[in-house]
C-alpha cells in the first residue's frame, strides 16, 4: 500500500537559508499534518489542511510557511534559518471525512532531517 | 495547563514479560486516544486506537485501556520480545488536533 512520501530525507542548510520540504500523502487522504521534532522530544504540532485549506494551526513560526496544491501534496517553505530549526520534520496524513472531525489514525511519512549550521 | 506525562525514564523489561506504559493527562476530555510506537530517525506508526466509552481495546499482543476517571491510559505488551523494543508515543484529541506525550523508550533485554 502506498504510504506517506517525504523528501528530501536529509538536508543541510546554513543559517538564513531558506528551505523546502515536500509532502506526498496517501491517495484519498483529505487531511496533511507537519510536525517538529527534536530529538528526545514529542512531535510538535506545526500545522494542517483539510482539503487543501489551511485547518488548524500550531505552534509554527512566522518565518515558516506551508500550503497543499491541487494535487494534495504539500510543501513547508521555511526562511531566515536558525540554528534552533535543525530538528525531524514529519508529515502526516489521515482521511477525516469532514473539517470538523476528529482527527482519526495518522499514517506518518519517514521525516526529513533538516541540519542548520 | 494542559499536559500529558509519559513515564521519562527507559523502561527495562526482561523478553517474555508483560510490559506495561503509562500515560496520564490533565485538563483534557479526550474523545479518544491513540497510541504510536517511534523507532529512532523514523516516523511514529499507529498501533490502536480506544475511545473514551471504551475501557479495553486489544490487538494481538497489545493491550490498551482507557479510564477517564482517573485520566490515564495504559498500554501493554505481552510476551515481550526485544524487537519491540522503541519508543512509544501517547496521543489524545484535542480540538481535532492530536496533542502528543513525550513517549517512554521501551528496552526489552533477551
Known amino acids: 500500500a502506498a504510504g506517506v512520501i517525504q523528501s528530501p530525507r536529509h538536508l543541510i542548510k546554513e543559517k538564513r537559508e531558506t528551505a523546502t520540504l515536500k509532502c506526498y500523502p496517501i491517495?484519498?487522504?483529505?487531511?496533511v499534518y507537519w510536525y517538529q521534532q527534536g530529538p528526545g522530544q514529542d512531535p510538535q504540532f506545526l500545522i494542517s489542511f483539510y482539503e487543501k485549506m489551511q485547518s488548524d494551526k500550531g505552534s509554527i513560526p512566522d518565518r515558516f510557511s506551508a500550503q497543499q496544491f491541487s494535487d494534495y501534496h504539500s510543501e513547508l517553505n521555511m526562511s531566515s534559518l536558525e540554528l534552533g530549526d535543525s530538528a525531524l520534520y514529519f508529515c502526516?496524513?489521515?482521511?477525516?471525512?469532514?473539517?470538523?472531525?476528529?482527527?482519526?489514525?495518522?499514517?506518518f511519512g519517514e521525516g526529513s532531517r533538516l541540519t542548520v549550521l | 495547563s494542559q499536559k500529558i506525562e509519559q513515564n521519562s525514564e527507559a523502561l527495562n523489561i526482561q523478553e517474555g514479560k508483560t510490559a506495561t506504559l503509562t500515560c496520564n493527562y490533565t485538563?483534557?476530555?479526550?474523545?479518544?486516544l491513540q497510541w504510536y510506537r517511534q523507532d529512532p530517525g523514523r516516523g511514529p506508526v499507529f498501533l490502536l486506537l480506544i475511545r473514551e466509552n471504551e475501557k479495553e481495546k486489544r490487538k494481538e499482543r497489545l493491550k490498551v485501556t482507557f479510564d477517564t476517571t482517573l485520566k490515564q491510559s495504559l498500554f501493554h505488551i505481552t510476551a515481550s520480545q526485544p524487537a519491540d523494543s522503541a519508543t512509544y508515543l501517547c496521543?489524545?484529541?484535542?480540538?481535532?488536533?492530536?496533542?502528543w506525550g513525550a513517549g517512554t523508550k521501551l528496552i526489552i533485554k533477551p
Open positions: 502526516a496524513s489521515s482521511f477525516r471525512g469532514g473539517p470538523s472531525s476528529n482527527t482519526g489514525e495518522l499514517f
Open positions: 485538563n483534557y476530555s479526550p474523545a479518544y
Open positions: 491517495p484519498r487522504h483529505d487531511t
Open positions: 496521543a489524545l484529541d484535542s480540538n481535532y488536533q492530536l496533542i
